[in-house]
């Protein structure tokens, strides 16, 4: 059975600050994808990124910064420079196989940023 | 700007009462999934179609839980009677494997509450 584990129930910053948030993913399957999404206060679920099993070359995408690393199950997230907007919950989530099947999230990551 | 819309976006309702939850996919996507969002429990599927066929409904609560595509714009999901712990909200979420790289595209959810 697969599992996402975010273990960081909860994480408090001060603006301008650097902030990972962790998780950890089981799975029997080969072939899988990982993603993160981003739900504001508004309760919406946003997108962030996607990778699949067979790629770990770390990704920037402008403060945003992705570390999939296959030898410890582990595909963190990092905001550089946090800013009050990134105040959110992050989920982390797995899907198998072709990325086309249902994803498994983690219990999310609530991230407030103070000014 | 394709968005996946849901109705309505609140429901305040009495135990015992039937719910109904609407969805409209994003036109062209072929994958539809239900989820609940619950303190407790986090995000979890419920059900999800290929076109307009239930692919799995194990997450359902099959007494009183069912979901239907009646048409490929539109995905319902109803309860029926309704009980206090169901009480969430319900994301709606569609895809397609021809849109590179795949992602889920989620609703703004249907917040519940069952009295």
């Known amino acids: 059975a697969q599992k996402v584990t975010q273990a960081q129930t909860e994480i408090s910053v001060v603006e301008k600050e650097d902030v990972t948030l962790d998780c950890v993913y089981e799975t029997r399957d080969t072939t899988y994808y990982l993603f993160w999404y981003k739900q504001p206060p508004s309760g919406e679920l946003v997108f962030l990124i996607r990778r699949n099993s067979f790629d770990e070359q770390n990704e920037i995408s402008g403060r945003y910064s992705w570390n999939f690393q296959k030898s410890t199950s582990s595909f963190n997230f990092t905001i550089t420079a946090s800013q009050v907007v990134d105040s959110a919950v992050y989920f982390c989530?797995?899907?198998?196989?072709?990325?086309?099947?249902?994803?498994?999230f983690g219990k999310g990551t609530m991230l407030l940023v103070s000014p | 700007d394709a968005r996946v819309t849901q109705t309505p976006r609140h429901k305040v309702t009495e135990m015992g009462q039937e719910v109904t939850m609407r969805c409209q996919p994003i036109?062209?996507?072929?994958?539809v999934f239900w989820y609940r969002q619950t303190m407790m429990q986090g995000l979890e599927l419920l059900a999800y179609f290929r076109n307009r066929a239930p692919l799995d409904d194990s997450g359902m609560p099959k007494d009183r839980f069912s979901a239907e595509m009646p048409d490929a714009t539109l995905a319902t999901l109803k309860i029926q009677p309704s009980e206090p712990r169901d009480s969430a909200v319900y994301f709606c979420?569609?895809?397609?494997?021809?849109?590179?790289?795949?992602?889920?595209?989620f609703g703004p959810g249907t917040r519940l509450t069952v009295t």
């Open positions: 979420a569609s895809g397609t494997r021809d849109r590179v790289p795949y992602e889920q595209y």
């Open positions: 036109l062209g996507h072929n994958t």
């Open positions: 989530a797995l899907s198998e196989d072709s990325g086309y099947s249902t994803l498994t």
